[in-house]
Structures are given as structure tokens and as C-alpha cells.
């Protein structure tokens, strides 16, 4: 049979087309592998940005305006730094923290760790749910109807969800973050005067040209306490914890570890925009009308109506729902999944109730009391949420010196443990993490009386 | 019986009553006899610390040992990496239970005690996993021995027997040290395997797939996910990659192939046998989610005039893919499919039957280039095991086997 030269010519045409196309397919995998390896670090540090966070940041806003933006750079760099020693311990040992806690520190320590993080997340878990009463409380809903709802919501959702599933929820519930932003532009803020702020003030202040807008902060001990509460509010110690278990789940190896560790920027990079968001909407409004106190988010969500206009406060509103039910759907899982996975028992949603049911019933309990005690008529709510914020504060420092330990072991990170710049780093941020919860928990412990104007988050 | 937290941190004396240290470690030497405790190490503050050997061992109670022998006779402590060492490698460590067919962590380890003439021998009888142990754990040391056996009677129990026991350790050498097979866990359904392969970190991963056998590890390999048998491969050294992948279906191959780097790829494929690595090739120019992606080489393909005896002894006497087996598809003498038999059908049929007279109707196949979900369809339709693929001129190519239109259902869910 004799070919017609058409179609040797029809053929090679052919040929061309399926090299293209298997070019196409190649760049396609490595676009897919990418958003493969992102998620966990976008998703953890928005979890930051829950209900008491909005609290700590519009308090911030509101007492000091402009003047507390320059901390958001180097918070966020303090973000980045502990988030991603712990994405790449995961990333390397393919194990989560409170394995490698285990692990290493053995059964006894463990559980001393892992009851703190119960206690303590569950004070957080308390807290979104006041959140979530607040803020539908705004948009007239009662929080005997909508505290009920959100725990089912929240409750079925997780048990009934696939991880890939939820992921995509929870990245939704990311977007909604920038009602913030809309918020912050009706509030019509000197955008540029805020963007002056974001330099290191103290510097800036006392040069000439700016001295107009910029002016010195006042070092008093309630603006020194807003600033470990920004920070305590940012870097929690749950965060640890769920990043690396998610790191591990989506099996992110060495490899992929770069992908990761972008993942891991981004977030850092988006929460804190967020975060100045919320603070230059809050000093816009609240700050610039001489409204410098208030006792919950819901609050600075319905200050903002005279200021800025009903849909800001609106929106405001949403956002802190959308924190709180956000926080409220991960905070109670990643403890049972750390608390089970330290300890030994079996744990998963995809295992049987009775194959996990301590893994079930903690989860269970954990939104049921914690919407519970929300709906008690007489509620101590700010006790329970400084108590809350006292444990966090106690915690954090015990977590970072783990997570430090751990990250420089060579056995178990070989060529991975920080170079010794980074440990500089790394230590330097923990060390300041450290004093300042220190200094708070002082605030805390002998002078309660300022405690209704300390952060809460 | 006995738990090795009790004996951890045990005083010990000698045959004299002289106080000799503490019990820092056990160790088995799985050499030798695979549960036995053949040695404590006793430390003893800034001195060096003493090694005792199990016939050295006169009596052992929770939190005491006396030994048969003087402290002089005991020998000094060199690190040996043919010891397993209780509290480094096992407590709080994870192992794969391979009865339960799933990874748990030691909270605990029961011993047996068997007396022979004045001495002590400690057997691990079983793993402990629950509650029981998590108690011991948390308790020893803050109220008395008694007391914590009281109150781990009320727990219940959860223990792995010994035999089950598979420990993971990703260092190879070790393995060989320490005599550690795997053949408990070649023992387990692959789709078993693979679930606990899953659970497991990536260089506990790399270390069973190193330490099975290729045939075992090919059907592990294929139940897990995409990403992982693409992470397994590219580390693996391309020999054994090659070899692994072989002996894998060829559309799982080629799958696999196709997620690999273009470079690995090229490799492996250069490192399998030539016919083995053309099937692969000839698959992995098809779209992964067309009918020509999800399509096997392997497949039987007999003459319609053969008859049902003809074929059958046909199939014996090849090396037949029983999992392809489920459908023989009918060619004529051009080659071009004319229709496919069940092998339900085949068996049942009378010996001299023809088998163009045994084929189902109506006549049903796919190309190459047809999307899955047409694939879904025309298995839903027609109820199918199998659907043979066929080139633009009628030839069949290769066959979609339902397990792989389960296997891509599923992960679409």
C-alpha cells in the first residue's frame, strides 16, 4: 500500500500537534501540583484572623489609630518565620508536631502538652462562638437560634465533608476575608498616611517631612500591651500544630517543600493585610470620632454605622461571622486530631465512630460545651475569654522552644535544621514572643483591673 | 507479668546487696532469640555505664533487680546497633500491627517472666497500645507500683501479641543488623499495605517499599494515590524503580510514568525490558483521562472460528493477566474486532462450540480518544466487565477493565 504524500504530510501535522500538546499537559501538571501543595498555610494563618483576633486588632485601631501599624511588618515576619519552621518539619519528617513531640519527649510530656492545648483551645472554641452570637446578633438574629445552628452547621459539616471537599470550603471562607477590605475603603481612610505608618513609626516620626502626619508613639503601658496583644492575637499555639498535621496530610515532601513554603508567605502576607485592614477601618472611624473603647467586635461593627455607613458596618459584621464559624470548623478538629494522634488513639473522619470514638465523642463534646456555654443565660464570657487568652499565652512559649528544638535536630532534619542566621532569627522571634506573653500574663495575673482593655484573642 | 516501664529505672543490686545502678534500657537481641531481653543497661550517674546479661539476672520485681553475680563480673556499655532498644525504638514509636492491619503507637511493653535454675529471663509477650499502658506511663514514678495496678485493672486492654509486632526503621542497614524482614507484611492484602503505607512518614515509606519484594510492592504501589507513588518512585534507585514498575498492570504503569518527572520517566523506561517498556510507551501517548489512558495492553485476543476447548487450552498454556480475564475479545482474520465472550459464558459453553456463536450482543467498543465519562456511560449502559478499545480501523488496541472505571469513579467523588 502506497501512501500518499498528503498524508505524510497530514501526519507530521499530526505529530506536532500531540508534542504541543503533551507540552501543554507537562506545564499543566506543574500548575496542578502547585495548588496541590497550597492551602494549609493559606488556611492557618486566616484562622488567625478569628473572632477574638478582630476584637484585638479594631481595639487596636480604635485606641491608637495609625500609630500601631508599624508592628504589622514585623509581626508578619514573625508569622512567616515560626510557621514555616513547622511546615518544614512536616514537610521532611512527613510527621506532625505532636507525633515528633511524642516521639521524642515521650508519653509523659505529651500528655501534659496535649491537655493545655485542650484547655486552651477550648477557651478559642468558646470564643468563636461568642463570635458567632454577636455577629448575627447584629443582623437581629437572636443567639439562642444562631449559636444552635452554627454548632450543627459546624458539627456536620466536618463529620460529613471529605478533607479535599472542606479544603475548597475552607478557602472560600479565605475570600470572604476581603469584606474587610471593602469595609475599610467606605471608611475612607488617608490611605497614604496609613500606608507612611506601616514603616517603623519610632524612625520615621522624627523625620522632618513627615513629622506632620507621622508622630511618635507614646510608650505607655496600655500601648505596649496592645502590641504583645497584637501579637499574642497573630501567633497562637494551636497554629503549630494544624499547620504541620496539614503539611503531612497533603503529603507535601521535600520536594515540594519550596510550593510550601510560598503557601506558607502567602499567608503569613494575606493575614497581615487583612489585619491592616481591619485596624485602618477601625482608626479611621472609631479612633478619629474619639471612640476608644469597646468591649467586643460586635461592638466596633455597630460604631461603625454612624461613621461609615450601614453597609461597612454590615459588612464588618459578615466578616466576623465568617472568622468566627471559619475558626469554629477547624479549631475543634485539629485539636482532636492532634490530642488523639499524640496520645495514641485511633482518629480520622474517615474511620467509624466506633472504630475512634474518643476521637468522636472529644470532638462532640468540644462543640456541644462550647456552644453550650455560650447559650447560659448569664454567661462569664470575658472571664472565660481572658482565661482563654492567659493559656494561650502560658502555652506559646513551651510550643516555640519545642518546635525550636525539635527543627534544629540533625538526626531527624538532616541537611533541613536552620542555618544559623535563621536560628538568630527564629530565636530572636521567639524570645520576643516569649517575654511578651510573659509581660501579659503579668498584666494578667497582678493587674486585672486593666484586663477589660487587655486584647482578648 | 511485668511492663517495661516498671523495669526502666529499676534499682539494681548485686549478689553482695550492693546497690549497682538503675535500669536505663532493655535490649533484645533479635539475632538471637527475637523476644527475648537479653541485656540491661544500668547507669549509674558520672560513672560508666554497666551492661547485665539476662543469666545475670536473679530476681526481678516492678522497681527492683538483683543480680546473681558481683558488680565486678558485669561488663561495660558499648553501643551495639544490633540491640533493639526498648525505650529508643519502641516506646512511644509507631508499629504496624499486622493482625489489625494498621499502625498504632507503644505506650507499654508486657513481659513474661521465666524462671530457670536462680535465674530470670524477660519474654516480650505483647505490645500494649491502650489505655492500660497510657495510665502506667503517665503514673509510674508519682504514686507506688501497687496503686497503679489497681487502677489499670479497671482499664481495658489493648495489646498486640508479639508475633504481630512490625517494627519500621527507615535505616536499611539497621534492618539487616537487627534481622528484620518483612515478610508479615508481604503476608497482607495489598490495598491493606497500602493503607498503612499511608499512614506512615515518607522514609518509613521508602523503607517497606525497599524491603518488599517487586511483585508485592507493584500491587502496594498501585492502591495508593497518585502523588504518592510518584514521591516513592523518584526515590527509589531506578533499577529497582524499573523493576517494581514492571511488574505493575501497564495502564497503572503508564500512570504512573506519566506523573513522573519527563526525565525519571525516560529513565525507568530505558532500565525495563524492551517489549514491557513498549506497552508502557504505546499507553502513555494517550491522554491519562481518555478511553485510551485507561485502557491495558493486556488483554486476550483469540480468532472467532477458535472453539471453546482450542481457547481455553490457549490460556493455559499462557502467562494470562488473571485480572484481565474477564472478557476474551473475538478478532477477524483482518484483525478487526468482531466481539467480545465472558469467560462466565466460555465456561459454561460445550467443548467443540465455536465461540462467534458464545459472543454478547450488541457489538460494543470505544476509541482511543473517547473522554472517561463516555467510558462511565458505556459500562453503566451495557453493564459491562469490560470494553475493548479499537484504533480507527477496527483493531482492538487494549481493554478498560471495570476495576479501573471503580478506581477513577471513586476519585471523582
Redesign the interface.
Do not use: H, T
Given at each position: 500500500m502506497t501512501t500518499w504524500p498528503i498524508f505524510e504530510k497530514l501526519e507530521a501535522l499530526r505529530l506536532r500537534g500531540q508534542r504541543v500538546l503533551q507540552r501543554f499537559r507537562r506545564v499543566r501538571r506543574r500548575v496542578a501540583i502547585i495548588l496541590a501543595v497550597v492551602g494549609p498555610g493559606l488556611i492557618t494563618s486566616n484562622v488567625n484572623n478569628e473572632a477574638g483576633g478582630i476584637y484585638t486588632y479594631s481595639l487596636a485601631g480604635a485606641q491608637f489609630g495609625y500609630n500601631v501599624l508599624w508592628i504589622l511588618i514585623p509581626m508578619g515576619f514573625a508569622l512567616f518565620v515560626t510557621e514555616e519552621m513547622c511546615a518544614r518539619m512536616g514537610a521532611v519528617t512527613g510527621k506532625g508536631l505532636s507525633d515528633l513531640i511524642r516521639e521524642e519527649y515521650g508519653f509523659r510530656v505529651t500528655f501534659f502538652v496535649m491537655c493545655a492545648v485542650l484547655v486552651v483551645n477550648f477557651g478559642n472554641v468558646l470564643a468563636e462562638f461568642a463570635g458567632v452570637a454577636t455577629a448575627m446578633e447584629l443582623f437581629g438574629v437572636s443567639k439562642y437560634i444562631s449559636v444552635p445552628i452554627a454548632a450543627i452547621l459546624v458539627w456536620g459539616l466536618v463529620l460529613q465533608g471529605t478533607s479535599r471537599w472542606l479544603e475548597k470550603i475552607f478557602m472560600a471562607f479565605c475570600l470572604v476575608y476581603l469584606s474587610y477590605v471593602v469595609s475599610a475603603v467606605l471608611a475612607k481612610p488617608h490611605w497614604w498616611v496609613a500606608a507612611l505608618h506601616l514603616l517603623p513609626t519610632p524612625l520615621v516620626g522624627w523625620v522632618p517631612p513627615f513629622q506632620q502626619w507621622v508622630k511618635p508613639p507614646q510608650w505607655t503601658p496600655e500601648y505596649m500591651l496592645i502590641l504583645a496583644g497584637l501579637l499574642g492575637a497573630t501567633i497562637a499555639p494551636w497554629q503549630h500544630f494544624y499547620l504541620q498535621a496539614a503539611v503531612v496530610e497533603k503529603r507535601v515532601g521535600p520536594r515540594q517543600y519550596r510550593q510550601a513554603r510560598t503557601d506558607v508567605m502567602v499567608g503569613s502576607i494575606s493575614a497581615t493585610i487583612i489585619i491592616f485592614f481591619i485596624i485602618v477601618c477601625a482608626a479611621a472611624t472609631l479612633f478619629t470620632a474619639g471612640q476608644h473603647h469597646i468591649s467586643n467586635a460586635g461592638d466596633a461593627a455597630k460604631a461603625l454605622e454612624p461613621l461609615a455607613g450601614r453597609f461597612a458596618s454590615a459588612l464588618f459584621a459578615l466578616g466576623l461571622l465568617n472568622a468566627s464559624l471559619f475558626a469554629a470548623s477547624i479549631l475543634p478538629l485539629s485539636t482532636c486530631y492532634v490530642i488523639c494522634e499524640g496520645l495514641g488513639f485511633e482518629a480520622g473522619v474517615d474511620r467509624k465512630w466506633n472504630e475512634a470514638p474518643i476521637f468522636y465523642w472529644l470532638y462532640t463534646a468540644m462543640i456541644v460545651f462550647g456552644a453550650g456555654l455560650i447559650l447560659m443565660p448569664k454567661a462569664p464570657l470575658v472571664r472565660v475569654a481572658v482565661l482563654s487568652q492567659v493559656g494561650q499565652g502560658l502555652l506559646l512559649p513551651f510550643i516555640l522552644l519545642f518546635v525550636l528544638m525539635l527543627v534544629n535536630r540533625r538526626d531527624l532534619m538532616g541537611e533541613q535544621t536552620n542555618s544559623r542566621t535563621y536560628n538568630v532569627l527564629a530565636w530572636g522571634t521567639s524570645l520576643a514572643m516569649i517575654l511578651l506573653t510573659l509581660a501579659l500574663l503579668w498584666v494578667g495575673l497582678f493587674r486585672p483591673q486593666d484586663l477589660p482593655a487587655a486584647p482578648v484573642g | 507479668m511485668l511492663h517495661a516501664t516498671e523495669v526502666l529505672g529499676a534499682e539494681t543490686y548485686d549478689a553482695g546487696g550492693n546497690f549497682v545502678g538503675r535500669v536505663k534500657e532493655l535490649f533484645i537481641e533479635p539475632a538471637d532469640q527475637p523476644n527475648r531481653v537479653s541485656r540491661l543497661l544500668l547507669g549509674r550517674g558520672q560513672y560508666q555505664p554497666l551492661v547485665a546479661r539476662h543469666e545475670q539476672v536473679a530476681f526481678v520485681a516492678p522497681g527492683t533487680i538483683r543480680l546473681n553475680v558481683n558488680e565486678k563480673a558485669l561488663e561495660l556499655y558499648q553501643p551495639n546497633e544490633s540491640w533493639l532498644a526498648v525505650r529508643k525504638d519502641l516506646?512511644?514509636?509507631?508499629i504496624i500491627d499486622t493482625s489489625g492491619r494498621k499502625v498504632?503507637?507503644v505506650?507499654d511493653l508486657d513481659l513474661h517472666e521465666q524462671r530457670t535454675n536462680g535465674t530470670v529471663e524477660m519474654r516480650v509477650s505483647q505490645v500494649d497500645?491502650g489505655l492500660k499502658g497510657?495510665a502506667r506511663?503517665?503514673l509510674q514514678g508519682i504514686v507506688s507500683h501497687s496503686v497503679i495496678r489497681r487502677i489499670q485493672e479497671k482499664l481495658p486492654p489493648r495489646a498486640i501479641r508479639w508475633e504481630f509486632v512490625n517494627l519500621i526503621e527507615p535505616d536499611p542497614l539497621r534492618r539487616v543488623k537487627l534481622r528484620m524482614t518483612q515478610e508479615k507484611l508481604a503476608r497482607l492484602h495489598p490495598a491493606d499495605l497500602a493503607d498503612i503505607m499511608e499512614e506512615?512518614?515518607?522514609?518509613?515509606?521508602q523503607a517497606i517499599v525497599a524491603s518488599l519484594d517487586e511483585e508485592t510492592a507493584a500491587e502496594a504501589l498501585a492502591e495508593l494515590d497518585a502523588?504518592?507513588q510518584a514521591?516513592i518512585v523518584?526515590k527509589l534507585d531506578p533499577e529497582k524503580a524499573a523493576d517494581i514498575i514492571e511488574e505493575m498492570d501497564p495502564d497503572e504503569a503508564a500512570d504512573l510514568l506519566a506523573?513522573l518527572s519527563?526525565e525519571t520517566s525516560r529513565e525507568l523506561l530505558q532500565e525495563m525490558p524492551r517489549e514491557e517498556a513498549q506497552e508502557v510507551r504505546a499507553l502513555l501517548?494517550f491522554?491519562e483521562n481518555s478511553a485510551g489512558g485507561m485502557m491495558n495492553t493486556d488483554f486476550v485476543l483469540v480468532g472467532e472460528t477458535a472453539t471453546r476447548n482450542e481457547v481455553v487450552e490457549w490460556i493455559r498454556g499462557h502467562d494470562v493477566n488473571l485480572e484481565q480475564l474477564d472478557t476474551v475479545f473475538l478478532v477477524d482474520q483482518d484483525a478487526g474486532f468482531t466481539g467480545a465472550v465472558g469467560t462466565a459464558r466460555l465456561l459454561l459453553a460445550a467443548s467443540e462450540q465455536k465461540l462467534a456463536t458464545l459472543r454478547s450482543e450488541p457489538l460494543v467498543s470505544i476509541s482511543p480518544e473517547s473522554s472517561e465519562k463516555e467510558v462511565f456511560e458505556l459500562f453503566d449502559k451495557y453493564n459491562l466487565r469490560s470494553l475493548v478499545v479499537v484504533d480507527p480501523s477496527g483493531r482492538p488496541i487494549g481493554a478498560i477493565t471495570v476495576d479501573d472505571v471503580v478506581s477513577r469513579l471513586r476519585s471523582r467523588?
Open positions: - | 516506646l512511644d514509636q509507631q498504632v503507637r505506650n497500645v497510657a506511663r503517665l506512615l512518614s515518607p522514609a518509613e515509606r502523588r504518592l514521591q523518584e506523573d519527563p501517548r491522554e467523588l
